[in-house]
């Protein structure tokens, strides 16, 4: 029994899709260990104190809605800092921990979105994060891809 054609071409294009995303990953990842911050990243440090409240966030050549993290020590959780025109939301909470890095062989904050409230885009993210200065965390943005991962940028977190 033959294909419809257009059932034929929609396949055709989600492959498409899912390779040029593809793609577009394995670049982020690619020129994201090469980055300087990769030195920094390496040689920051977990901090004496887990985070807590809220912290100022920014990313190199980025200006959307992301402004940054809110903390809960205490319960090892956060969310996500968004500007909206009501005002800062939060949104999308994550669990903490300190453990090994998935890419490097320091131990790092990990800020893991894995959790039934986030869409199922999102549970692909985790973050790591070390201290670089007083109040200052350089960041790591991970797509987890079954057992593997590619690093796909950088942001950095201020009190």
């Given at each position: 029994m033959a294909v419809p054609k257009p059932i034929k071409t929609l396949g055709v294009a989600i492959v498409i899709v899912f390779l040029a995303g593809m793609a577009v990953l394995i670049w982020r990842d690619f020129w994201s260990r090469?980055?300087?911050?990769?030195?920094?990243?390496t040689g920051g440090t977990i901090p004496q104190q887990m985070p807590d409240g809220d912290y100022k966030g920014s990313v190199?050549?980025?200006?959307?809605?992301?402004?940054?993290?809110?903390?809960?020590?205490k319960r090892g959780t956060g969310r996500n800092r968004m500007q909206t025109p009501q005002g800062v939301e939060l949104r999308y909470p994550f669990?903490?921990?300190?453990?090994?890095?998935?890419?490097?062989?320091?131990q790092v904050v990990k800020i893991d979105y894995d959790i039934?409230?986030?869409?199922?885009?999102?549970?692909?993210?985790?973050?790591?994060i070390v201290q670089v200065g007083p109040n200052d965390f350089l960041g790591k943005v991970?797509?987890?891809?079954?057992?593997?991962?590619?690093?796909?940028?950088?942001?950095?977190?201020?009190?």
């Open positions: 090469r980055s300087p911050n990769q030195a920094r990243f190199n050549g980025y200006s959307g809605s992301w402004i940054g993290k809110t903390f809960d020590a669990r903490t921990e300190v453990g090994g890095g998935v890419a490097d062989a320091i039934p409230e986030n869409p199922w885009y999102l549970r692909r993210i985790l973050d790591e991970h797509v987890r891809w079954g057992p593997a991962h590619l690093t796909v940028g950088y942001f950095e977190l201020r009190k």
